[in-house]
């Protein structure tokens, strides 16, 4: 027989090894590792919100399944984006602090930049479509960015944003495909095996992968049984393309309501992590998506976003078996009242 005590030493030596694994194999060489996770969480304690992670006996009925529901909509400015921009941020050297950063971003990417910059005393330039909602420009300004419009069907953000960078010096964080990034995204998932133990499924929303690339690397070092789902929306299943065929697939701008997975392709940094660490991608429809909002409203008074609702959605719908297993959610988001209301 064997002792809970050989057990866990066991389980402990396992975790070791396949944590060592994928930090140090050449074969798994990756722009981000296990220990950059835990420097960006010991950046944000204090700092960012050590986020709930809530259940539903509703929830688990429906799946059949026991879901914890990692729920960054109660994050700071509502996303984990918050995450990646402040540790990014937290990187820079004087020359750049002086300087500033620049991002290009409607969503809770710029309102992450933003936020963190303003906490840093760093200046952020945010480059933003000129009709994008005007209460969003509004609020960027207000957190004090300088926001920077132009008009999406006839100038090209990166061509601004690269100009910039050239003419004072600013450094560019991208949404996704930036390593410091990478790494604040993946504290969401340390928090959440810190408290809730070992995981057989986690389910995370997929843009442009930066959340899944960082999750999947801190899944596999605490959690390292834990297969790791990519969720997207039906129509923008560039990375679910990608991961099958082997390369990057790029698509038309999908439509879908869930915004923050318009990406059009994944990133150079983030595949190659999602093709070691993540065991498949699927997708949900836009009603599921609508049906998830209204569950999570109604049942569990989470409001998130269509985008922050794809993983739920997935594991609600059964889209994978996951009968009797523990399973991770990663939800989260803005979504402003109007929006809502339009979900009925
Ligand atoms: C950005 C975002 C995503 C997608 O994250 P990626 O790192 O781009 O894959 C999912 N949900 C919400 C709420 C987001 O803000």
């Given amino acids: 027989m064997i002792t809970v005590r050989e057990l866990y030493t066991c389980k402990r030596e ?6 060592n694994l994928y930090m140090h194999s050449s074969k798994h060489n990756f722009s981000v590792t296990y220990t950059d996770i835990t420097t960006a969480a010991t950046r944000l304690v204090g700092i960012a919100h050590r986020t709930p992670v809530l259940t539903s006996s509703q929830a688990n009925k429906k799946a059949g399944a026991h879901i914890f529901f990692k729920c960054e ?11 990646g921009a402040y540790n990014a941020l937290s990187c820079f050297d004087e020359n750049q602090k002086r300087r500033g950063a620049i991002a290009f971003s409607a969503g809770n990417h710029a309102q992450a930049m933003t936020l963190a910059g303003q906490l840093l ?15 969003k420009i509004a609020a960027t300004k207000g957190y004090g960015a300088e926001v920077i419009l ?10 601004i944003a690269a100009e910039l960078v050239n003419e004072r010096g600013l450094t560019l964080i991208p949404p996704f495909d930036h390593r410091d990034v990478i790494a604040g995204q993946g504290t969401t998932v340390t928090e959440l095996i810190e408290e809730i133990g070992l995981l057989d499924y986690l389910f995370v929303p997929i843009g442009g992968g930066g959340l899944i690339a960082g999750a999947a690397i801190a899944a596999a070092y605490l959690s390292p049984e834990c297969k790791v789902i990519g969720v997207e929306p ?3 299943n560039d990375a679910q393309q990608s991961l099958r065929s ?11 309501i869930a915004d923050g997975a318009q990406t059009q392709r994944i990133g150079e940094l983030t595949f190659p992590i999602i ?15 609508r049906e998830q909002i209204r569950f999570f409203a109604e049942r569990m008074k989470i409001i998130a976003e269509p985008t922050g609702c794809l993983a739920a959605a997935a594991v609600m719908n059964k889209v994978i078996d996951v009968t009797n297993k523990r399973v991770g959610v990663v939800s989260g ?12």
């Fill in 275 to 289: 093709q070691a660490c993540v065991r498949d991608i699927v997708t949900v429809s836009d009603d599921q998506l």
């Fill in 121 to 135: 005393g760093i200046s952020v330039t945010i480059v933003m479509p000129e009709d994008a909602p005007s209460q």
């Fill in 333 to 344: 988001g803005n979504m402003d009242l109007s929006q809502l209301l339009s979900y009925k």
């Fill in 150 to 159: 132009y008009n999406r069907y006839t100038e090209s953000r990166e061509a």
């Fill in 234 to 236: 039906e129509l923008g």
């Fill in 73 to 83: 909509n109660f994050q700071r400015v509502g996303a984990f984006k918050f995450r």
């Fill in 246 to 256: 082997g390369k990057i697939v790029t698509i038309p701008v999908p439509k879908t």
């Fill in 14 to 19: 396992y975790k070791l090894t396949i944590g």
